[in-house]
């Protein structure tokens, strides 16, 4: 008769001590809430940081002496003792985290927690939190929403265009990446141009030329065509209502 494995067998969760779930779950809430932010302001349209950078958590203090939020958080539970180093490296060697320490003002050096994707699975499967489904391939984000919109409103204005607010091809105030990604939009397979830039070349010193973004008549369509279904995704977008005759003129 084979004999089982009981180590292999184990749910990893169930191989952690209490004070080490405690730890791993308050690491998985500090970078789910860190997820949150980021989201938030690149809802608003500011700079979205790559994952690689806002899912690393730095554990201690602030410049001014306030617990930063993973050390907050543990501090609720009571939990900040000596054995926190050591939890940490635990939690490190069961593949939960990573782990890697660096200076500050304030002290010669402080951990910065990164949960792995092992880590957040456990935690869910132990907590039973069931994850929302990801958008279908192709969907717009709620930031994306918005900067079509606005290309659709200077549209039915019969604007210029989006102007470039900073100097930095940020259009309307909106982020460049977010352009791009309505520049080479992709739908069935194949990209489309949503949006485009122009040149306004009116004045006689061609050094006071400059460029405009506007929504092209592949963007009208695909506005007109989806605007209800994005108007009931992302309510709060000020997304005026398609003009159906304006798309029929558009040849």
Known sequence: MKKINKKKSMNPWEGLNKRQQLYLTAIYETDQDAERNEKAWAAIDRYSRPADEWRWLPYGYDQYGNMLPLMERISSL?????????????????????LRWEPTTLVDKIPIVRITAKGRRVVRKATGEVRPKKQPAGMLREWHWRALSMAYQAYLEKTEGLLDEWGTASY????????????????NGEYIQLVKEHQNREAENWRLWYYVMRITPEGIRFYIREWNRYHELYPDVDAPAPDQEGADAIV
């Open 78 to 98: 009571n939990l900040i003792d000596q054995g926190t180093g050591s939890t940490f490296k635990a939690l490190e060697s069961r593949g939960m985290i990573s």
């Open 172 to 187: 309307g105030g909106i982020s460049w990446n977010t352009w791009l990604r309505l520049r080479g939009y992709r739908l």
